[in-house]
């Protein structure tokens, strides 16, 4: 079916959206002492954030304070920036915010919480923060064996407010990336939980652990300790996702419409789809995922994106393809291998209604600082 829609452009199916929305909050309120809070980094717009909120989640996640300010100017009432603040301007951009609604912010750093207690003290306000853990991912977050002397820095300074603590650590076991996600999301929540533990014998009042991507969620949830979750791809899912066993490729709520624009050759199409409209941040052929191509393209089982420059995209045709004779104007939907910064190339999503396309600019797009 051709759609009369301009390309490349990504659409989102609000059917399958509805359905990931409501299957994530019904599992994680199985778990009840446990909050769902997800990451917004995946579809950027307050009104997919409102539909989240509006099925269970007890707020969102965000990693910039420009997405925060979006998002609490568009009504979303509670936000956690899941990111160090490490200048004044932004410290002093997520106080404003904080005036306005419930507010937590991350920390991972002496110098970092130094500067939020001396801006906050100056502006006579108080911060909620969390201290973020590195629990073997090796990002942002203290390292495990020196989060109890950083936290009772941090719980000593009078304007800022230590809640918790949290960390990011994906598909992660025994500091390697793992297919098994199950034993996976269980060694994180333990970790945290024990650390948690550690952190109040010694005097340390921590109430929220908050822990969890798309493929670890529901293990680390249902170890007893864990708070919240955080997952964030789940919304609209996507191949690294259905590779990974989370899902299958008809959950998959995204997928981006090209335009056939060229055909070389019997066994090559070009698209007008390429390394501005698709995430290349997932590789083929890495491990453990071991991904062929970069996304699965709909109704050519042979048929593999290899290749992209920044405004083209080479198909390959297996005999199977090539026995579909694409012609020059033809569609093809590809679903991504990563949808979360594929989102971000593009300043506008298509939301699919049945037979129905609405064009919805992405909000928080490009809200990187």
Request: proline share 4%; net charge negative.
């Amino acid at each position: 079916m051709t759609i009369s829609l301009e390309t490349p452009c990504l659409i989102i199916d609000t059917d399958i959206l509805a359905r990931n929305i409501a299957i994530m909050a019904d599992q994680v309120e199985q778990h009840r002492s446990v909050k769902l809070r997800p990451h917004a980094k995946t579809h950027k717009l307050p009104s997919v954030a409102q539909l989240q909120i509006d099925a269970g989640a007890v707020g969102i996640t965000v990693a910039k304070v420009s997405e925060a300010e979006v998002m609490a100017a568009h009504g979303i009432r509670n936000i956690f920036i899941a990111y160090p603040l490490v200048t004044v301007s932004k410290i002093e951009r997520a106080i404003r915010i904080s005036e306005q609604i419930e507010l937590i912010v991350g920390v991972d750093s002496l110098a970092g919480a130094q500067l939020m207690e001396q801006t906050a003290a100056k502006l006579g306000h108080t911060l909620q923060v969390r201290l973020e853990i590195d629990t073997g991912l090796r990002r942002t977050g203290v390292p495990y064996e020196a989060a109890a002397a950083l936290a009772a820095e941090i719980a000593g300074m009078p304007h800022l407010r230590l809640t918790g603590i949290y960390t990011f650590r994906g598909a992660l076991l025994g500091g390697k990336p793992t297919l098994d996600v199950a034993a996976a999301g269980l060694e994180e929540g333990q970790l945290m939980v024990q650390l948690a533990e550690r952190l109040r014998a010694a005097g340390i009042a921590i109430a929220d652990v908050s822990v969890g991507s798309t493929p670890t969620a529901l293990y680390a949830a249902a170890v007893e300790g864990v708070t919240e979750v955080r997952p964030g791809t789940y919304v609209y899912q996507d191949r690294m996702q259905a590779q990974l066993g989370v899902c299958e490729l008809e959950d998959c709520a995204g997928s981006v419409l090209v335009t056939v624009v060229s055909r070389p050759s019997a066994d090559l199409a070009i698209v007008d789809g390429g390394s501005k409209t698709f995430a290349t941040d997932v590789q083929p052929g890495t491990h453990p995922l071991q991904l062929r191509g970069f996304g699965h393209i709909h109704g050519l089982e042979d048929a593999l994106l290899v290749r992209m420059t920044e405004e083209h995209g080479m198909v390959e045709l297996g005999p199977l393809a090539q026995a579909a004779d694409l012609k020059v104007g033809d569609q093809l939907r590809i679903i991504p291998n990563h949808i979360c910064s594929t989102v971000n190339l593009h300043n506008h999503v298509v939301m699919q209604r049945g037979d129905t396309f609405e064009r919805v600019p992405v909000l928080a797009r490009g809200m990187l600082e």
